[in-house]
Nanobody, 123 residues
Framework: QVQLVESGGGLVQAGGSLRLSCAAS????????MGWFRQAPGKEREFVAA????????YYADSVKGRFTISRDNAKNTVYLQMNSLKPEDTAVYYC????????????????WGQGTQVTVSS
């Protein structure tokens, strides 16, 4: 069982930055690929970024490529999402998720989810 707790969301003006954190309870955190997803009001949850268990493979949605950076610190059981040049369309609840070993763009492949953290970008 893996418990995930996100933090770092908030209200920011367009062009600003936020860093989200996701702390995991698993003692075997380093064996899990991690992903970030988001869900805007009235929309389906969508993939944002993913990182492999060792951090060597990283993937981004086209909409955030060049602005967001995913990273992880296995010693701290934490994955991060650095978000720069934020836009109003980035407004959403952001979720982190864990999947054993392999990364995936598909949310259905992830077994464990956090409760989400709200990010609001004002124009």
């Amino acid at each position: 069982q893996v418990q995930l707790v996100e933090s770092g969301g908030g209200l920011v003006q367009a062009g600003g930055s936020l860093r989200l954190s996701c702390a995991a309870s698993a003692r075997t955190f380093s064996t899990y690929a991690m992903g970030w997803f988001r869900q805007a009001p009235g929309k389906e949850r969508e993939f944002v970024a993913a990182i492999s268990w060792g951090g060597s493979s990283i993937y981004y949605a086209d909409s955030v490529k060049g602005r967001f950076t995913i990273s992880r610190d296995n010693a701290k059981n934490t994955v991060y999402l650095q978000m720069n040049s934020l836009k109003p369309e980035d407004t959403a609840v952001y979720y982190c998720a864990a999947r054993y070993v392999s990364t995936s763009y598909n949310q259905n492949d992830y077994s464990y989810w956090g409760q989400g953290t709200q990010v609001t970008v004002s124009s």
